[in-house]
């Protein structure tokens, strides 16, 4: 795969095409298997939102800091996940009510490695996240509404001592797809991904929304250790940022849901996307 970022605008007016290939090669390369090491199952996350010409600014900058994932030959790799939520959309409207203990489930693709996951993530009232995962197979990813639905399995059993929600009312609510870089500082003590050419598809309306000029950059970290990259962050003027890929997805994707609370982020949105034209 060759790590190029074309970016359309709807209707195929061409905005960019940068090639971050070149960029990520002068990295260290960090194998998947010495990644294993740094798990950050329960870390405070981060989050930034900027452009792509910003994007790569900022990588030049972190290079001297920062090793690179390299996973089948490549350091862009592309994700793919399929959100689950209750008929009623439960979980978002937990997240747009801004309640502190929540949770999102949801299957992970990584398609560079051929891995899937069933994942529950678990945000505390403390702003910490864990994050409980189960292997599955193709066969499984397919399957595993069904399997929800009949309550039995690994993957309900799972579910069942995982999730607060009853799981055999789930429904599938959201899909996207985008590219990562993952970076990893020299301490191993922190993770650094960049989500570039982000896109959604509501499962419910329907409705597909494009946001390839966008840049989704999260820190994650245990505690409070030091951050080579917040000093390169603060120069380059780029502000934390709440960014849920699935509350604002679905956000965008469904304007009959309540939207107050992600408005101003949404506007905030929209801003940054100009920049990336040319």
């Not at 960019?16 to 990520?24: A, G, R, S, V, Y």
């Not at 403390?126 to 995962?133: L, M």
């Not at 870089?181 to 960049?194: G, H």
């Not at 994650?220 to 699935?246: A, E, M, N």
Request: with cysteine.
């Amino acid at each position: 795969m060759v790590a190029r970022l074309t970016i359309f605008a709807p209707g195929g007016r061409f905005y960019q095409c940068m090639t971050l290939e070149p960029i990520i090669n002068q990295f260290q390369p960090i194998t998947l298997e010495e990644m294993s090491a740094i798990k950050l199952m329960n870390r405070t996350d981060t989050k930034f939102v900027t452009s792509v010409p910003v994007l790569a600014r900022l990588l030049e900058l972190a290079r001297p800091e920062y090793r690179a994932q390299q996973t089948a030959g490549t350091r862009l790799s592309p994700y793919r996940t399929l959100y689950f939520d209750t008929p009623g959309c439960d979980m978002y409207i937990a997240h747009q009510n801004g309640h502190l203990n929540r949770q999102k489930v949801r299957v992970r693709s990584y398609v560079s490695s051929g891995l899937h996951f069933l994942e529950v993530k678990t945000k505390d009232n403390h702003k910490r996240t864990h994050k409980k995962r189960v292997t599955l197979s193709v066969d499984d990813q397919q399957a595993w509404p069904a399997l929800v639905q009949a309550s039995q399995g690994d993957i309900s059993d799972f579910l069942t001592q995982r999730l607060r929600y009853d799981h055999t009312t789930l429904v599938p609510t959201l899909e996207n797809e985008f590219s990562r870089i993952t970076l990893v500082n020299r301490a191993c003590t922190e993770r650094l991904t960049i989500d570039t050419g982000l896109q959604f598809v509501n499962r419910v309306t329907c409705r597909r929304r494009e946001m390839t000029g966008l840049v989704i950059i999260e820190l994650k970290r245990d505690g409070l250790q030091p951050s080579p990259i917040l000093d390169l962050l603060r120069q380059l003027r780029i502000k934390p940022h709440g960014f849920s890929k699935y509350c604002m997805g679905m956000a965008f994707t469904d304007p009959r849901l309540k939207q107050n609370r992600f408005k101003e982020r949404m506007r905030s949105v929209e801003r940054i996307m100009p920049q990336c034209q040319q």
